[in-house]
């Protein structure tokens, strides 16, 4: 009978910099959260192509995942997702596919919006009350951006769009899709 060993997580090498103590800690955060909490529910949805609980979705909320890269000034911690590398094994690879929600939501406000209605916007964002999906993958090309052949048309004052995607996780539930 042999007895497995769990291994603690530990933080990639960042350096300075962009390594600081509390980078360190919201990474060792994040990836307890995605080992404990994450993946277990992943494991189970996954195979049945199930929605994400909305539970889950509020306990990140209120960890401030969502508002990773907004601005402080707008309910955001006001950094560059590249520099927090949260985990190996970050959350949107154990299941949580809305990553343009905490990835980019400072982009995905549209650009017609007035002023007060962007900042409006980016601070639901960052209270995980604006969630967004992404739709990258398409039958022919994976999810290689280089390869994907979707096109956005202006027509009639319309944006259609050709091709086809393979899907967009959390779509059912998602107040935008970013394609």
């Known amino acids: ?17 962009w390594r600081t103590a509390a980078r360190v800690e919201l990474q060792l955060e994040a990836r307890t959260f995605a080992r404990d909490i994450v993946l277990p529910i992943a494991v189970e ?5 199930g929605e ?5 979705i509020d306990e ?11 601005p402080a000034e707008h309910g955001g911690m006001g950094s560059a997702c ?3 590398a949260l985990s190996r094994r970050n959350l949107p690879a154990l299941g949580f596919r809305s990553a343009a929600s905490w990835r980019g939501a400072r982009d995905s406000v549209p650009k017609r919006s007035t002023n007060a209605r962007r900042l409006e916007q980016l601070r639901r964002s960052a209270q995980g009350k ?9 039958p022919t090309a994976g999810s290689d951006l280089a390869a994907v052949q979707t096109r956005a048309i202006r027509q009639d004052g ?8 393979r899907w967009a996780g959390f779509a059912l539930a998602a107040d ?4």
Request: proline content about 10%.
């Open 130 to 138: 604006w969630i967004g999906a992404i739709a990258l993958s398409e």
């Open 60 to 70: 990140m909320a209120a960890k401030g995942w969502f508002g990773i890269t907004i």
């Open 45 to 49: 949805l996954d195979p049945q192509k």
């Open 176 to 179: 935008f899709i970013e394609v």
């Open 158 to 165: 319309y944006w259609l769009l050709s091709r086809t995607k």
């Open 1 to 17: 009978m042999s007895t497995k060993t769990r291994l603690e997580p530990q933080p990639s090498d960042l350096q300075p910099p």
């Open 52 to 56: 994400m609980p909305r539970s889950l």
């Open 82 to 84: 590249s520099n927090t």
